[in-house]
């Protein structure tokens, strides 16, 4: 980790230096050791502040459809598929852009790992130790192996070797292999689902940070549930409108989420929202054999049209 | 007033007590989310720690319906929703959340335009307030006028042990005291000990210096600190809708030119449609430009107007943010920013008896009052 850190630090210094780049986007120290906060840095001295850690919870690539100059982006698998996902959708230039791959571990996640350590807001040291994640609270070293507190979504990440970058930091490594934590009954039906979303999203407060912290999400200003003209969404707030707008962002989104969590790891109430694209995109794919985040000259299947799909789906 | 020792063990026969008799909010555990809901007889609260949503709700909604309209060949009726009443008791807030309903007490309880359902609400809601043991982290309410032992709210009582010391603060406190059983008098000892914690938790926090409102006012031109300073700001509005003092609220109609129904309910200067005037332009259309007005408005624009910073230290919006923002970072690096700045600019401005008042200026006791521009005719 630490020699992947200086590398990467390495190559950001580089591409500033030789002018490649105008800024470089990766991660930095947050207030918080169990929490890294993204870096924009210009300058040898901001790029020599870069972390890489199983902390790097943020998509990074949500950032990329606002630079308006030349920018490297370090880029998890998670970053590379959603590049090449605004790539395949023309909302960055691949010419803009140079993609630093960093070769990922996998990333912890938060919530899993203050059931597992409790309470790290008042972490004082956190970092990665062999096969084991090290939280140091109130002088007290607490350990829990890397398995246990990984995402869901990293135990199952095969993006290992089709890394989208200009040039690949660090060695491929082992993804963390464990159980998914959130565990949907087979029978499920819609009455579970519906009964499992009411109390979710009954948390939901409207900040948005869901979509904020989503590169699919690039609508930003012209969201259709703000929207000042059409009302799609009911002013009051509930459980019902709550579903009613996740469910609208969901289908958005269909075909074009990489189901990277970055929406649920930004929710401050804890809303297990990667669950509902999941769900989602098992759709996408069992419709139209589609792998978002693939590639960069295939338009998303929603977008689209082909005959076979209507015969498909059995019309 | 004097202090009050209520008696290990003694604490939750008192919020039954208040539930009987009052529509009792306190700290609640959801499914890893906390915040303030209003609680059953018998029911525990979670007093560990500062909730992750602050009590604001309680007493300014996050949407609630105003009134009815409805037109018809007599003409337009106005129905507006029923004056709040409920006898409303917060218990076990921090003294930073105690000290934000005195904050938007100022511009919502404005005599001549009073936010009307939050004075409502406000009038019929009594604050206890539990003195903080420990700080997070994130806690900074010493750097911003508070202290985590402040004697704010109706009635403030502090952990020692298990016991607990408690004083009222105001005649409402002295009203709910009545109901805790039997009370002795603190010792010397027992106020020692309270404020040799109060001490301790504020020792533990560091206390940052913040520039004044008017060094800050002169920050306003200087685009590239914003863009650096908010480079990685999604302006979402996880920061506005879990502080406790940011007070912004939108007005919206559901309904047709017959009928309908007007709410009123929190909005985030976040937002990009926060800002867009009729016709399209925005004058904040970046969002360095939002979170630049967020910032100003706490550290200078409420200050130059109210006299107090319109920020309690809580730190939820540090640790709420999505890509941890930490607002100590801001005052730091506008220390920085400011430090040594001329500030020639903001006193060259006419002072106030050398200029017109404007309308939307005019004070309480002037002509608006007198023709009854803000009252329901």
Redesign the interface.
């Known amino acids: 980790m630490e020699k992947l850190q200086t590398q990467l630090r390495e190559k950001a210094i580089e591409l500033l230096d030789k002018g490649e780049v105008t800024a470089v986007i990766g991660w930095g120290s947050?207030?918080?050791p169990a929490?890294?906060?993204?870096?924009?840095a210009r300058d040898k001295e901001t790029a020599d502040k870069f972390v890489f850690n199983p902390f790097c919870f943020?998509n990074l690539a949500?950032?990329l459809p606002r630079m308006n100059e030349k920018t490297a982006i370090m880029a998890k698998p998670c970053e590379a598929g959603s590049i090449v996902a605004l790539l395949a959708e023309g909302k960055i230039a691949r010419e803009n852009i140079y993609v630093v791959g960093v070769a990922c571990r996998g990333i912890v996640d938060p919530?899993k790992l203050?059931k597992a350590v409790g309470?790290i807001?008042?972490a004082t040291a956190a970092y990665l130790d062999g096969d084991s994640v090290v939280v140091e609270i109130g002088g007290e070293a607490k350990r829990v192996p890397f398995a246990e507190v990984a995402m869901d979504k990293c135990m199952s990440c095969n993006q290992q070797d089709t890394t989208f970058s200009d040039v690949m930091v660090g060695e491929p490594a082992q993804v963390p292999q464990g159980q998914p934590s959130l565990v949907v009954p087979e029978d499920a039906d819609a009455a579970w689902w519906a009964a499992f979303w009411t109390?979710?999203f009954?948390?939901c407060?409207?900040?948005?940070?869901c979509?904020?912290?989503c590169p699919a999400c690039y609508c930003?200003?012209n969201c259709a549930v703000?929207s000042?003209r059409e009302?799609w969404q009911?002013?009051?707030?509930d459980s019902k409108e709550a579903l009613m707008f996740h469910a609208q962002r969901a289908m958005h989104v269909a075909g074009r989420c990489i189901e990277c969590g970055?929406c649920e790891?930004?929710?401050?109430?804890?809303i297990p929202l990667t669950l509902l694209h999941q769900q989602v995109g098992k759709a996408v794919k069992k419709l139209f054999d589609f792998n978002v985040g693939e590639k960069v000259d295939e338009r998303p299947p929603l977008e689209t049209f082909r005959k076979e799909e209507l015969e498909k789906s059995g019309h | 007033m004097v202090t009050k020792i209520l008696p290990a063990g003694n604490i939750q026969s008192w919020i039954d007590k208040l539930v009987a008799s009052y529509g009792v909010y306190a700290p609640v555990e959801v499914e890893g989310a906390s915040s303030f809901k209003q609680i059953k007889a018998g029911q525990a609260p979670a007093f560990d720690a500062r909730t992750d949503l602050s009590p604001k709700g309680i007493i300014f909604k996050q949407v609630e319906k105003i009134l009815s309209y409805k037109k018809d060949e007599n003409g337009i009726a106005i129905e507006y929703a029923p004056e709040e009443e409920t006898k409303t008791v917060i218990f076990g807030l921090r003294p930073c959340d105690a000290r934000s309903f005195t904050l938007t007490d100022k511009p919502f309880l404005d005599p001549v335009m009073p936010e009307n359902k939050y004075a409502e609400r406000r009038k019929h809601t009594a604050l206890v307030t539990m003195a903080c043991n420990k700080a997070c982290n994130t806690c900074f309410c010493t750097s911003v006028g508070g202290a985590p032992d402040e004697k704010v709210g109706d009635v403030w009582m502090m952990n020692l042990d298990g016991r607990y010391i408690v004083e009222a603060l105001t005649e409402a406190g002295e009203e709910l005291l009545k109901t805790a059983g039997s009370l002795s008098d603190a010792t010397v000892d027992d106020e020692a000990a309270a404020k040799r914690i109060g001490e301790t938790v504020a020792a533990s926090m560091e206390k940052l210096e913040v520039p004044s409102a008017k060094a800050l006012d002169n920050l306003f031109t200087d685009e590239a600190f914003w863009q650096n300073l908010t480079a990685k700001c999604l302006s979402c509005g996880a920061c506005t809708f879990v502080c406790p003092t940011c007070y912004c609220f939108d007005v919206k109609d559901d309904g047709t030119v017959k009928s309908g129904d007007r709410y009123r309910g929190w909005d985030s200067c976040m937002f990009f449609q926060y800002n867009r005037a009729a016709g399209g332009h925005n004058p904040r259309e970046f969002h360095w430009k939002r979170m630049r007005q967020r910032m100003l408005h706490k550290f200078s624009y409420f200050p130059e107007k109210y006299g107090d910073i319109d920020c309690v230290g809580c730190g939820r919006c540090i640790k709420s943010c999505p890509v941890s923002y930490d607002l100590r970072d801001f005052i730091q690096s506008a220390l920085r920013a400011t430090a040594g700045m001329e500030l020639g600019f903001a006193e060259e401005l006419p002072t106030e008896d050398q200029v017109e008042p404007l309308a939307c200026d005019v004070k309480p006791s002037d002509e608006i009052v007198k023709t009854g521009v803000g009252s329901d005719d």
């Open positions: 947050g207030w918080n929490k890294a906060t993204p870096l924009f943020n949500v950032y919530v203050e309470s807001d008042d109390k979710e009954d948390r407060i409207r900040c948005y940070a979509r904020e912290s930003r200003d703000q000042l009302r009911h002013v009051t707030w970055a790891r930004a929710c401050p109430m804890g």
